[in-house]
């Protein structure tokens, strides 16, 4: 029973077009079309694009985007941390704020990012991402003892 339901959504999902597909970024504003409605939480779409990023050649890791979100982390592990989602219209913004490794040429990591997280979301999720900004907010030398 539970094999047939997952296939029968699988199947309603992929007969969806995109255009058809109404999306909604934030609960209070829920809408439907005629077979149904897709929620995308910005935190599936913050967890995609952290780790795309950690993935990508140079990046030591994450950095928070403020004091509060450097707490929060230390208080709970926070999937959204150093990446923050914003949809409007057009598209995703999406904010990553990271850490590089020393020596390596920040603009290359920094487009190699860009290009990897467009389209991982994009693939994944189906959406446009219309910009990445992409902050460095430090640098980390490591010792090759």
């Given at each position: 029973m539970v094999s047939q339901t997952a296939n029968y959504f699988t199947i309603l999902y992929?007969?969806?077009q995109a255009s058809q597909v109404i999306r909604k970024m934030a609960e209070s504003d829920y809408k439907h079309n005629e077979?149904?409605?897709?929620?995308?939480q910005k935190?599936?779409?913050?967890?995609?694009?952290r780790q795309s990023t950690l993935q990508s050649y140079g990046?030591?890791?994450?950095?928070p985007k403020n004091l509060f979100e450097n707490i929060r982390q230390l208080i709970k592990k926070d999937l959204k941390y150093g990446v923050?989602?914003?949809y409007d219209h057009d598209g995703l913004i999406i904010d990553l704020y990271i850490i590089v490794e020393?020596?390596?040429?920040?603009?290359?990591?920094?487009?190699?990012i860009v290009n990897s997280v467009k389209y991982n979301v994009e693939k994944t999720?189906?959406?446009?991402?219309?910009?990445?900004?992409?902050?460095?907010?430090g640098l980390r030398i490591s010792y090759m003892d």
């Amino acid at each position: 029973m539970v094999s047939q339901t997952a296939n029968y959504f699988t199947i309603l999902y992929t007969k969806l077009q995109a255009s058809q597909v109404i999306r909604k970024m934030a609960e209070s504003d829920y809408k439907h079309n005629e077979l149904g409605s897709i929620l995308i939480q910005k935190d599936a779409i913050a967890s995609i694009a952290r780790q795309s990023t950690l993935q990508s050649y140079g990046v030591v890791g994450l950095a928070p985007k403020n004091l509060f979100e450097n707490i929060r982390q230390l208080i709970k592990k926070d999937l959204k941390y150093g990446v923050d989602v914003e949809y409007d219209h057009d598209g995703l913004i999406i904010d990553l704020y990271i850490i590089v490794e020393y020596g390596t040429r920040i603009k290359s990591i920094t487009n190699s990012i860009v290009n990897s997280v467009k389209y991982n979301v994009e693939k994944t999720v189906g959406l446009p991402v219309r910009r990445i900004n992409v902050h460095v907010r430090g640098l980390r030398i490591s010792y090759m003892d």
